[in-house]
């Protein structure tokens, strides 16, 4: 869900309004009174021809160039670190607060 947010940032808005072909409008036919017959695979063509949607595959890329959160490995190392350091101090907190550990005065 949130990969590649920074080549998001980067394109317009309306991106993938522009990447899919536009839908053809529906013809409307005169058609003559209902006989409570349903219509035909022919009659039913002609409203159907062209509908078919063009599929945009984008390229995949290698898991080496897939950036984790779309932070850099400079930026996941500090983050690394400062969570390694939140960890320590909660887990020292907690040792005193349990006694387990004293401070020497």
């Known amino acids: 869900m949130f990969d590649d947010l920074r080549s998001q940032a980067a394109t317009p808005f ?3 309004e522009q990447e899919t072909a536009p ?8 058609s003559k009174p209902v006989t409570g017959r349903l219509p035909t695979a022919t009659a039913a063509a002609p409203a159907q021809a062209g ?3 063009k599929v945009v595959r984008r390229k995949k890329k290698m898991p080496s160039e897939v950036p984790l959160l779309g932070l850099t490995a400079v930026q996941r190392f500090v983050v690394a670190i400062m969570m390694f350091m939140l960890v320590a101090v909660f887990g020292f ?3 005193l607060v349990a006694g387990s550990i004293v401070l020497p005065l």
């Open 14 to 16: 309306d991106d993938d």
């Open 23 to 30: 839908q053809p409008t529906a013809r409307t036919v005169k």
């Open 51 to 53: 509908t078919a949607k």
């Open 93 to 95: 907190v907690a040792l």
